[in-house]
């Protein structure tokens, strides 16, 4: 499918009346699962070597992660829907603030519970990077597809 074929295409599809939080929750069911599952694996493994304290901010961490992701769907369903094409510099600073206030709230919980709050960073990154792979996965089969 050509670019051209893809833009048509997507003009053809009608985009939701009103967005919500509610729809952005419903839509990520599968990777508000996957954060749930996580979170379960964090104290049962952590917790079961007595780290109650690190499971909690490797589960913080997770938590955070999932936050930023169901708001970055939000601003997506918020943008397609109000019909706007943004532009590069709207995305990138919309990127860079919601990842400035995610960064700065997980390095100061780290610090302050540190030695266990380096978790909470751990717990993040495991999140993104699973997060990721289920975006990215979808988008690679169709771009497979002849």
């Known amino acids: 499918m050509t ?14 009346t009103k967005p919500s939080i509610w729809r952005v929750v419903k839509d990520q069911r599968k990777i508000e699962l996957v ?11 952590a917790g079961a070597a007595g780290e109650w304290r690190l499971a909690l901010c490797i589960a ?12 970055t769907e939000f601003w997506l369903l918020k943008t397609i829907s109000s019909g706007a094409q943004p532009t590069r510099g709207q995305m990138v600073r919309s990127t860079i ?3 400035a206030v995610i960064a700065a709230v997980a ?4 610090v302050l519970l540190w030695p266990d709050g ?22 690679l089969k169709e771009l497979k597809k002849p």
Do not use: C, K, Y
Request: charged share 5%.
């Open 97 to 99: 603030s919601r990842l």
């Open 118 to 139: 380096i978790g909470l960073l751990l717990g993040l990154a495991i999140f993104r990077l699973i997060a990721l792979v289920m975006t990215t996965i979808p988008l």
């Open 35 to 45: 954060a749930l599952g996580l979170m379960v694996a964090s104290f049962w493994l």
């Open 3 to 16: 670019v051209t074929e893809m833009s048509s295409s997507m003009s053809d599809v009608q985009p939701p």
């Open 60 to 71: 913080v961490g997770i938590v955070l992660g999932l936050v930023n992701h169901l708001t």
């Open 107 to 110: 390095i100061g919980a780290a």
